[in-house]
């Protein structure tokens, strides 16, 4: 026999709250497949496996609405939504990588007692800048294109993602 998780024993498995995840249930997402005799959800683990993909796909950026129209619609795959996922994770390690050495510069120029001018922190805070709007402009040029590969979303939908 598979074993089963109960909704609270999912939470803290994920890190998600009960609310959340019967918030999940009740907008269709992410249903339990079973309910014990006494009302309670009960999760296998085909439902965690789904679950991993709704998180990793809520992870890039994708609405909640967005993310049902994909995992619903039968048209993806669940190796694609893990390399979409370590894509987007290894984008953000790069970027977060120069902002490191910006940092460390102007940390260095500290320790040694140098002067640091108008022109470091100038560009420590354009890198901040760039950093973050690189990942914003990157997300939207490209997630279009992968949901189309994922063939989730109808073409004439629009895909819009928040930039806070």
Same mark, same amino acid.
């Given at each position: ?17 009960? @609310? ?29 496996? @789904? ?20 995992? #619903? ?20 390690? @790069? ?10 510069y102007v940390s260095n120029q500290m320790h040694l007692k ?7 922190? #100038? ?15 990157? @997300? ?25």
């Open positions: 026999m598979k074993p089963l998780w109960k909704v609270g024993e999912l939470a803290k498995l994920t890190g998600l709250t009960i @609310r959340t995840l019967r918030f999940y249930d009740q907008i269709g997402l992410f249903s339990p497949s079973a309910h014990s005799d006494s009302g309670h959800r009960l999760y296998n683990e085909a439902d965690l496996s @789904r679950l991993q993909q709704i998180l990793s796909l809520k992870e890039l950026g994708l609405s909640l609405e967005e993310i049902k129209s994909i995992v #619903t619609g039968g048209h993806f795959s669940p190796l694609e939504i893990v390399s979409l996922q370590i894509a987007r994770l290894k984008e953000t390690i @790069r970027i977060q990588q120069k902002l490191l050495a910006e940092l460390e140098q002067p640091v001018t108008v022109e470091d922190f #100038t560009t420590l805070l354009e890198m901040m800048k760039k950093s973050r709007g690189k990942m914003i402009l990157e @997300r939207r040029m490209t997630w279009e294109h992968h949901l189309d590969l994922l063939g989730g979303l109808q073409p004439e939908r629009a895909v819009v993602f928040e930039s806070g």
